[in-house]
């Protein structure tokens, strides 16, 4: 039986509407017992995303204080959001499991289905910077840079990712699965997918 987590989800605030599948999933249903419990909602609500830069950055550290995973819900634009981005390198540098969930296929009351946007795990990256200090890079114009907003390097490198050859990055998803809400029955799965990224990240 696997552990339920403290989960942070990470999203772009245009996918309320779908992101509301996955935090209120045990209400939309009745009561299954083939069905295991929604992890524990650590996310920031939406009036959190209409704060000012600074407060924003520390309202995101403090949400993801006592979280061991983070899901990051994929719609089509999520993977070029600054702020999605900065909760994803917090929670590698704090030592989060990282997990993504694709929520194209849940429907909007407002917009219907969505098309499938990229992995925003393909677009962040560790690599080792000019002093041999593991970072988080990102992927912007075509290039790969040092993601600033994070500050410091990583204390370490994560265990879950696999160590880049010298001179490259490696993408977060090659130590990070990919799911799809509804292809992959995540109202009955997330729970066990939230242990295994924790589990992945030593937590």
């Known amino acids: 039986m696997p552990k339920i987590r403290r989960v942070f989800y990470s999203f772009h605030y ?3 509407f779908r992101v509301n599948h996955i935090r209120k999933a045990g209400q ?3 009561v299954d017992k083939q069905r295991l419990p929604t992890p524990q909602d650590r996310s920031l609500w939406e009036e959190a995303k209409l704060k000012n830069p600074g407060a924003l950055k520390g309202m995101i550290d403090k949400g993801l204080e006592g979280t061991s995973a983070t ?3 994929a719609g089509y634009e999520t993977w070029n959001r600054p702020w999605v981005r900065y909760e ?3 929670s590698v540098a704090r030592g989060n499991g990282l997990l993504a969930v694709y929520i194209n296929n849940c429907n909007c009351p407002r917009s219907g289905y969505s098309l499938k946007g990229p992995n925003p795990l393909d677009q962040m990256a560790i690599g080792y910077d000019a002093q041999m200090r593991p970072r988080i890079y990102e992927w912007f114009n075509g290039t790969w840079r040092i993601f600033l907003r994070l500050g410091a390097p990583l204390a370490s490198w994560p265990k ?3 160590i880049a050859p010298q001179g490259q990055v490696m993408q977060l998803s090659h130590g990070a699965r990919a799911y799809d809400w509804i292809a992959d029955n995540g109202a009955h799965n997330l729970l066990h997918w939230t242990h295994d990224a924790a589990v992945a990240a030593g937590r």
Do not use: E, M, Y
């Open 88 to 90: 994803i390198a917090k």
């Open 160 to 162: 879950w990712v696999p």
């Open 28 to 30: 939309f249903r009745p």
């Open 71 to 73: 899901c990051v819900l």
């Open 14 to 16: 245009a996918d309320i």
